[in-house]
């Protein structure tokens, strides 16, 4: 159990050193110990450790180095640049830095996807610091957990049918309703684009939808994007770009954990979770380049690129959640590289017409160490993706602005919600980094979460 809730006299002191109070506290310090750290070099570096030993040669205390503020404006989650380092064991800390962040961040880095070979390490244990809540870290670190652990499955045993299992576990966990459609129930229904894209797949698509709280509590809808491979289609993707399609369901993981946040904490909303699972494959049904569809909402679409399906999936769910009128409605998809072009992998970009949603969101970022940066919803470039044959194109020409263009695409079935916000998150950690190991990421939500908390 990573996080100890009760104060442990077990457990190793970790005194936080920036290179300043290090001289200071060095002065305090008898001649055995000045030379114990000079002999081993500590200057007290962002994430430097150092053990202590008492005289029967077990750690004392161990000095954490919190670095210069030039070196903690380069990253996040400072203590947990150190956790790494440090062997196992329970630590406990008593400084004012070790905010709730902080000890998430230890948490975070705890993190280990073990379901095909079992991790050989050993969890560093960290007694909850002073001011935080035990139950709530728990909370926000198994949602974490549930989302890199879908996305980092690979799609063998997280297609459409294994996504909607993880869906249900979820509600079930929490008491929430539940509904799927499936299939050729997704035509009768009225989501002929979910079941456009999915068509080709060995596994049928669906449309999953779980409802939670008190009806007549303000009402969130959250839209998460569920294609489970993605090959691109007839218009087929490099090996080299269809490697990580795995994670192409990242929005939708990601929907799911800030889903499990808000109901585990409680929120008083009343919280609806929709995601499209599909998977976007070859076969003779595929969807071919210049075929027409008619979405839930009645708008038409030109497939000018079968790997432009996310905006697909996501523009009927859109539709079903803009009907109910509710106050928010938040979409969540690994939508387009041209994001990653612009911001790369750490920062995800979001869109809205909503400029308190988008100071709110600025903040709370900042805030929880969750970035995020607003592009704009930019209303000249709606002609790109006016096809002329068609009401819309998916993929309009000219390779210019694509994170916006498929912003303004999803944004045409939203009208009648009172605010509206997409998020182009990646979903993925190229290289570990204090608190990410290499692999899934779980970007954006605890910056939603807390303008929820905020908000309601």
């Known amino acids: 159990m990573p996080i100890v809730p009760t104060s442990d006299t077990a457990a190793i002191p970790l005194l936080i050193l920036d290179p300043g109070e290090l001289s200071d506290w060095l002065t305090t310090e008898d001649a055995a110990t000045r030379a114990w750290v000079g002999a081993n070099g500590f200057e007290a570096g962002l994430g430097e450790t150092l053990a202590l030993p008492g005289p029967g040669g077990e750690i004392t205390r161990v000095l954490v180095g919190w670095g210069t503020e030039n070196a903690r404006s380069r990253d996040r989650f400072h203590l947990a640049a150190a956790r790494g380092r440090l062997p196992a064991a329970r630590y406990g800390v008593a400084d004012p830095r070790v905010t709730e962040v902080e000890a998430l961040g230890w948490l975070l880095g705890e993190y280990h996807f073990d379901r095909y070979k079992p991790s050989k390490a050993k969890p560093r244990d960290l007694v909850c610091p002073q001011g935080c809540d035990p139950r709530r870290l728990a909370v926000m670190s198994r949602a974490a957990t549930r989302a890199r652990d879908l996305i980092n499955t690979p799609a063998r045993d997280m297609g459409p ?6 869906f249900l576990a979820l509600a079930d966990s929490h008491g929430a309703e539940t509904h799927a459609i499936r299939g050729e129930d997704l035509d009768t229904r009225g989501f002929p684009m979910i079941r456009a894209v999915g068509l080709a797949a060995a596994e049928e698509p669906r449309l999953l939808d779980l409802r939670w709280g008190r009806e007549d509590a303000p009402k969130v809808t959250l839209v ?6 993605d090959t691109g289609g007839l218009n087929i993707k490099p ?10 369901m990242g929005g939708a993981a990601t929907a799911m954990g800030l889903a499990e946040m808000v109901m585990g904490l ?11 699972a599909v998977e976007n494959s070859i076969a003779g049904p595929a969807m071919r380049p210049g075929d027409i569809l008619t979405s839930r909402k009645g708008l038409t679409v030109e497939v000018n690129n079968t790997d432009a399906e996310g905006r697909l999936v996501l523009a009927d769910a859109l539709a079903l959640a803009d009907e109910e009128e509710p106050d928010l409605v938040l979409s969540l998809a690994t939508l ?7 911001l790369g992998p750490d920062v995800p970009p979001f869109f809205t017409d909503d400029d308190a949603l988008a100071a709110d969101l600025c903040a709370a970022s900042g805030a929880v160490a969750d970035p995020l940066w ?5 209303a ?3 002609s790109q993706i006016e096809p002329g044959i068609a009401d819309l194109d998916n993929a309009p020409t000219g390779g210019m ?14 009208e009648r919600a009172g605010a509206y916000a997409h998020f182009d998150i990646y979903g993925w950690t190229p290289g570990a980094k204090p608190g990410r190991p290499k692999g899934a990421a779980f970007q954006a939500a605890r910056a939603i979460l807390k303008v929820l908390e905020d908000r309601y």
């Open 239 to 248: 090996g080299a770009s269809m490697g990580l399609m795995k994670k192409d």
């Open 380 to 382: 000249p470039y709606e």
């Open 224 to 229: 998460g994007k569920g294609v489970c491979f």
């Open 374 to 378: 607003r592009l704009p919803f930019w």
């Open 161 to 166: 049918g294994a996504l909607e299992r993880a």
């Open 401 to 414: 602005a694509g994170a916006i263009t498929a912003a303004l695409f999803l944004r045409r079935f939203v």
């Open 266 to 276: 409680g929120l008083d909303i009343r919280l609806r979770l929709l995601v499209p």
């Open 336 to 342: 387009t590289g041209a994001a990653r072009v612009a």
